[in-house]
């Protein structure tokens, strides 16, 4: 149904006898000013760009992964809706920084969150996350899945948990519940005996009959009757956990590189995900149940903004059945590495590829690994299909105008790139996520355009704000680090010359520069404590900052490092000076959080404000 403008009035009334702050009221009206779309923001986890053929297009003139066969027909089919920024950057390679520089739409050198710390909002330079400043345009906000976002918040000294969402469908109460297939939580009870102390983090798998199955060498331990269970999964499942060299592959621990779900399609986490999404828009003001909880479903006279946290093609890699056999019938490339590579690698870098290194692998278990992810990103694909159907009937059967914003992974992934897997690391295969704006009214996402100008993470929160109507030329906005997206489109926006990133998580304190042409990371802290000789690299010899410098055009997949190359010292310099100015400098924040995430105390450093202007001459 049509909002009704009975309904609206009746609210700008109300809205006047309520105590609001200031801020609150002059965010309201300034979104009274427009017809507010829904909106539905899609975000993956650990997802290659390369495995979605229109941004293979785009980007290579070619449909599939250089690695090979790739399906994607619903994220093309938005990319042909819609407006596609196909040079999108992530500004941390790691799950909970990337999400967070979403949420709050800012760089992690200024909202102070670098890795997986928990942190809170009472610190005085924190803001309203993106929900929240939803919320106060007048949206209802609802989360489902995977969220990232470790935001508490302080009382009476203890930091407790913070939601930024007015509804949330959390995965981690699914779990308990046995909808998703696959999970890991604290076990304080196994077959009606209490456990002191709780198992922590004990695996398991569900099967269609709701039965669970254990992998857990302790569980076996204190429970002899549970004995082999964990390699049983290891067997029935086909799993393939990650091992090293050092370290040999176990039953219940390592990432799940390969493997099949327990469950069928649409019966795995990621499938309840999309359904749940569908029942709460069929459950219009009314309450439905979902596991051990009850929900209330969408309410058609507010606008809504949700967000949908995919987990896949995030460990475990767990393909349904049917889609893991139709993949095993294609056969990859796999990356090739040189140890010689690891010569000239800077030593951060190195942390990480050992960490996660499998070029030790067998020729089948490499194409295990390729073959399952891109089949799990396949099913995934049909998930994004089954969301955005639901909300764009929705949106049409109520005549509302609506907004989608697909983000292809919160970082990449490797298979085998640079011997290794995982993530963490600057190179373009983890840090580059090209982003997808549809819209149903095509003016200010045009369909089919495609925006080659660099664009960031920290760009979605400002165009979801604008769309709904906020005003960022407002002081309330002031904080926000990227630009609207549709002035991006249009060419109202400055034009960036490059993009920027930091990640403490597993290589230790690294930020890296990126242009058209080159890309230059280097190690920017002495450590990880916050405050402590925060200009370290503006005194630090060249040699200390171990630097990775990198020529896109002649070295696509940043192999050969240019950074002590005579040649190259010119430039590798002019990076490194814009890049530390701007990480360090301008505006840089850095707080002690404490180990409950209950400290706020702050160390600034503004020595060289204005330094990220987005312009670089080389």
């Not at 992530?90 to 969150?113: D, I, K, L």
């Not at 749940?276 to 309410?299: A, R």
Request: charged content about 25%.
């Amino acid at each position: 149904m049509k909002r009704s403008p009975l309904l609206f009035f009746a609210f700008l009334a109300a809205l006047a006898l309520l105590p609001a702050s200031a801020p609150a009221q002059q965010a309201t009206s300034q979104a009274q000013s427009v017809v507010q779309p829904n909106v539905l923001w899609i975000l993956t986890d650990d997802q290659r760009y390369d495995s979605i053929r229109a941004f293979n297009r785009m980007l290579h003139g070619r449909e599939m992964s250089e690695l090979g066969y790739v399906e994607s027909p619903n994220v093309d089919r938005l990319a042909a809706m819609g407006t596609t920024f196909v040079n999108t950057y992530c500004q941390a390679q790691g799950c909970a920084p990337s999400r967070a520089s979403m949420h709050f739409g800012r760089y992690p050198f200024r909202s102070g969150v670098y890795e997986f710390e928990y942190h809170n909002n009472n610190a005085p330079h924190c803001k309203p996350t993106l929900p929240e400043q939803m919320a106060s345009l007048g949206y209802q906000t609802t989360h489902i899945g995977k969220l990232g976002v470790r935001l508490k918040t302080v009382q009476n000294n203890w930091a407790k948990p913070y939601p930024i969402y007015q509804t949330d469908l959390n995965f981690k109460q699914l779990h308990r519940d046995g909808l998703t297939g696959w999970g890991k939580d604290w076990f304080y009870e196994i077959d009606g005996i209490k456990l002191d102390p709780p198992i922590k983090q004990l695996r398991f798998f569900v099967t269609p009959d709701g039965e669970f199955e254990y992998a857990s060498l302790e569980l076996e331990k204190r429970f002899p009757k549970y004995a082999g269970s964990a390699e049983m999964t290891m067997k029935k499942y086909d799993l393939l956990r990650h091992f090293t060299p050092s370290k040999p592959p176990a039953p219940d621990n390592g990432s799940i590189l390969a493997g099949v779900s327990s469950q069928p399609a649409g019966k795995t986490r990621d499938g309840w995900y999309a359904s749940l999404f569908g029942e709460y828009l069929k459950s219009e003001n009314q309450p439905f149940p979902v596991g051990s909880q009850t929900f209330d479903g969408v309410d058609p006279t507010k606008p809504l903004f949700c967000h949908i946290g995919f987990d896949f093609p995030h460990t475990p890699v767990l393909p349904p059945a049917d889609y893991r056999e139709r993949f095993q019938q294609h056969t990859y490339k796999v990356p090739q590495f040189s140890e010689s590579e690891l010569e000239s690698m800077p030593k951060q870098m190195q942390k990480q590829v050992k960490a996660g290194y499998s070029n030790h692998f067998t020729d089948a278990q490499k194409q295990a690994m390729i073959q399952d992810y891109f089949a799990f990103c396949a099913y995934g694909d049909a998930l994004v299909g089954q969301a955005t159907d639901d909300f764009i009937r929705y949106s049409n059967d109520h005549q509302q105008p609506w907004v989608i914003v697909y983000v292809c992974g919160d970082h990449g992934w490797k298979l085998n790139d640079h011997g290794s897997v995982s993530k963490f690391t600057p190179w373009d295969i983890d840090a580059h996520n090209p982003i997808i704006v549809a819209a149903s009214d095509k003016q200010a996402f045009p369909a089919g355009k495609v925006v080659t100008d660099f664009t960031e993470f920290v760009d979605i929160a400002p165009t979801i704000l604008a769309a709904a109507g906020a005003d960022l030329s407002t002081e309330r906005f002031d904080y926000l680090d990227g630009y609207d997206l549709a002035k991006v489109t249009s060419g109202d926006a400055p034009v960036r010359d490059y993009v920027v990133g930091e990640s403490h998580a597993v290589t230790g304190p690294r930020a890296f520069i990126r242009t058209k042409e080159y890309v230059l990371s280097l190690q920017t802290r002495p450590d990880k404590r916050r405050g402590v000789d925060m200009q370290w690299a503006m005194k630090a010899d060249y040699e200390d900052l171990d630097p990775g410098l990198y020529h896109m055009p002649s070295d696509p997949h940043e192999i050969h490092n240019l950074a002590f190359d005579d040649d190259y010292r010119e430039v590798a310099e002019k990076l490194k000076d814009k890049l530390l100015r701007i990480v360090l400098g301008d505006g840089r924040i850095e707080v002690e959080w404490g180990p409950k995430a209950d400290g706020t105390k702050i160390h600034r450093s503004s020595f060289a404000t204005g330094a990220h202007d987005g312009k670089l001459e080389l």
